[in-house]
């Protein structure tokens, strides 16, 4: 990667508005329904209509493609439509492509979404059932005939190697897990409202696969969640404080893989995080200090530790420590693991109601946040910061 200065992209764009469904594990609608739910509750938040709208941007694995859901949800023309592979790993990319659209001069206004029947349908905790050949697929013809069938088996390995190389517990994971769930028991948009746990619980919960036990791995989730993306200058006049897009990053390491990238040199890190991090902070200007609130994507537990470490909060194997001391608010709708599983959509809508000063659990005076996206795979990344006063 080259090093190059800050790519200018910061402080262009805002999110003005985030809208979703209700999260449940049994929708009844499709998932066009849900989007379009979304879409047009983000754009009532942001005080558009969707007249105003002339972009899209969702993630490859959508069923409903953006101007299916432009079409249904009464958006006329557009100038710009997007899609974003790797799954989670695409949740903070689908921001920056809307802020790249509209520093670019593509577009005006851009709704970024992402909806599906997750539980009730397609369930991607499932695993590999049959995929069409690819030469990307090709790599999980290394693993699968071993059993190592699903996500969660996948992390597994890793998560071992981590607990191994800093002479660790699983108990190590359960702090993650206990403080999502301490955050989603007062959020009521949490599946898990009301009910909090302790790490005795989450040493008492079932295997998984070892060294996963069921409480460090996310839920299955039915819903829809969309933003709104506009210039900044454009924000100033709307309804609600914009969370300026102060930068956004994507990021794949050296011989990256699917979640089953086992030949690396070292797997206790997540390289594709830190080719993230070192853009973020390189062109936000800040550090790992600066940071008010941390929504870090927390598909499986042991990759919330690692993607603190990698992006310089603690040192190799301290994440745990600095979790269960609470020294950053993290994930404080309640995560995936708490709140709902939507790809990570939901928690930039959380970092923007931290930036508003409206979120449930609101953090006194935040005004920078760090999100990530999907780790395992390519991924992405934002810091959302407040509008500069005056």
């Given at each position: 990667m080259s090093p190059r200065a800050g790519d200018g992209l910061g402080g262009r764009a805002a999110v003005v508005g985030v809208g979703a469904t209700a999260f449940s594990k049994d929708s009844g609608r499709s998932e066009l329904r849900l989007a379009v739910e979304a879409v047009r509750a983000a754009l009532a938040d942001a005080g558009l209509t969707p007249a105003d709208v002339d972009g899209m941007v969702t993630f490859t694995m959508d069923t409903?493609?953006?101007?299916?859901?432009?079409?249904?949800?009464?958006?006329?023309?557009?100038?710009?439509?997007?899609?974003?592979?790797?799954?989670?790993?695409?949740?903070?990319?689908?921001?920056?492509?809307?802020?790249?659209?509209?520093?670019?001069g593509v577009a005006e206004v851009v709704v970024c979404y992402r909806a599906f029947n997750e539980?009730?349908?397609?369930?991607?905790?499932?695993?590999?059932?049959?995929?069409?050949?690819?030469?990307?697929?090709?790599?999980?013809?290394?693993?699968?005939?071993?059993?190592?069938?699903?996500?969660?088996?996948?992390?597994?390995?890793?998560?071992?190697?981590?607990?191994?190389?800093?002479?660790?517990?699983?108990?190590?994971?359960?702090?993650?897990?206990?403080?999502?769930?301490?955050?989603?028991?007062?959020?009521?948009?949490?599946?898990?409202?009301?009910?909090?746990?302790?790490?005795?619980?989450?040493?008492?919960?079932?295997?998984i696969v070892e060294p996963l036990r069921l409480l460090d791995c996310c839920q299955?989730?039915?819903?829809?969640?969309?933003?709104?993306?506009?210039?900044?200058?454009?924000?100033?006049?709307?309804?609600h404080p914009p969370a300026v897009i102060a930068a956004a990053a994507q990021g794949a390491g050296r011989a990256q893989e699917q979640m089953t990238g086992f030949y690396r040199g070292d797997l206790t890190g997540l390289p594709e995080a830190a080719v993230v991090a070192r853009q973020l902070w390189r062109a936000s200007g800040l550090t790992p200090a600066d940071i008010d609130v941390g929504i870090l994507y927390d598909h499986f537990t042991p990759f919330v530790l690692t993607q603190l470490e990698e992006f310089g909060f603690c040192g190799p194997g301290e994440a745990a420590d600095f979790v269960a001391g609470e020294h950053l608010p993290l994930n404080t709708h309640g995560g995936q693991l708490g709140e709902a599983y939507l790809h990570g959509m939901n928690g930039i809508a959380e970092a923007v109601r931290q930036i508003r000063g409206t979120a449930v659990n609101q953090v006194p005076g935040a005004q920078r946040v760090l999100v990530t996206a999907g780790t395992g795979v390519p991924t992405s990344g934002l810091v959302l910061t407040a509008a500069p006063q005056g």
């Open positions: 409903s493609p953006e101007i299916t859901v432009a079409q249904a949800a009464g958006i006329g023309e557009l100038s710009f439509f997007s899609r974003v592979h790797y799954g989670g790993g695409a949740a903070c990319a689908t921001v920056q492509q809307a802020a790249l659209a509209i520093a670019a539980r009730s349908g397609r369930r991607f905790g499932s695993g590999v059932r049959h995929r069409e050949p690819t030469a990307e697929g090709a790599a999980l013809g290394w693993s699968l005939p071993f059993g190592l069938l699903t996500p969660a088996s996948w992390v597994a390995m890793a998560a071992r190697r981590y607990l191994h190389t800093y002479g660790l517990t699983p108990e190590a994971f359960g702090h993650v897990a206990v403080v999502g769930r301490k955050y989603a028991a007062t959020n009521p948009a949490a599946h898990f409202h009301g009910r909090p746990i302790t790490l005795a619980e989450h040493a008492a919960s079932r295997w299955e989730t039915d819903g829809g969640q969309a933003l709104v993306v506009t210039s900044a200058e454009r924000a100033r006049d709307l309804p």
